[in-house]
């Protein structure tokens, strides 16, 4: 929720500036590349840590191809094909805005891996435990 204020926040502060609908659009658009970024380096990083793992990374690989389809599909649910002109010109802003938190909350639990689970945690699974 804390992601969709500072969003609003800013489209609001930016909007202050007389910047064209389009110049807010690509700003967001490219806000979420530089997170969809942050998840491909997330992931990457895991793959290394846990290369010995085999199945960990079969499962990793196959949870990543269900959760890029759960995201797009997501965006969808949310804003479904409509004619044209129908969400405005505001609506690229806001697929990207949406994409950029569902993108934030899978760096957030793919980034566990990367952590690390406090000795003594019973239920870490695959996570590997800080020494």
Known sequence: MKYIFSLVFCFFC???FSQTQAE???MQY????KTDKKLNEVYQAILKEYKSD???IKNLRASQRI???FRDTEVKVKYPDREAGY???IHPLCISAYMEELTLDRV????QWIKGAQEGDGCSGSIKVNN
């Open 108 to 111: 957030s639990t793919l980034s």
């Open 24 to 26: 807010l659009n690509m």
């Open 14 to 16: 930016f909007a202050g």
């Open 54 to 56: 085999t199945e960990f």
């Open 67 to 69: 959760w890029i389809t």
């Open 87 to 89: 969400y405005g010109s």
């Open 30 to 33: 490219e806000s979420y590349k």
